[in-house]
């Protein structure tokens, strides 16, 4: 089993920058595929990003595609995402995942433990 806290939502202006950290504790981090997922209000969660768990293998979705970068640190037991150019279309509250699966899944429920979640807001 393994322990996710999201780190570093906040408030942005379009077209600014923000990096989400999620720590892991537990289990051996290196285990898990490791993915993004948010949710904006009135809407269904979707997949944003997922890496393997070497890093040597990354999945985006369209959206996120060109502006965001999903990476780990093996060592510091930690998963990254560096969000530029935002968009207010990327306001939701961010969840980082683990899977056991090491295919890089795009589905929700293909992940069996998840952060809190950590809320992003771009102002236009």
């Known amino acids: 089993q393994v322990q996710l806290v999201d780190i570093g939502g906040g408030l942005v202006q379009a077209g600014g920058s923000l990096r989400l950290s999620c720590a892991a504790s537990?289990?051996?981090?290196?285990?898990?595929?490791m993915g993004w997922f948010r949710q904006a209000p009135g809407k269904e969660r979707e997949f944003v990003a997922a890496?393997?768990?070497?890093?040597?293998?990354?999945r985006y979705a369209d959206s996120a595609q060109g502006r965001f970068t999903i990476s780990r640190d093996n060592a510091k037991n930690t998963v990254y995402l560096q969000m530029n150019n935002l968009k207010p279309e990327d306001t939701a509250v961010y969840y980082c995942?683990?899977?056991?699966?090491?295919?890089?899944?795009?589905?929700?429920?293909?992940?069996?433990?998840w952060g809190q979640g950590t809320q992003v807001t771009v102002s236009s």
């Open positions: 995942a683990a899977t056991w699966r090491v295919v890089l899944t795009t589905l929700a429920d293909e992940y069996a433990y």
């Open positions: 537990g289990r051996s981090f290196t285990m898990y595929t």
């Open positions: 890496i393997n768990w070497s890093g040597g293998s990354t």
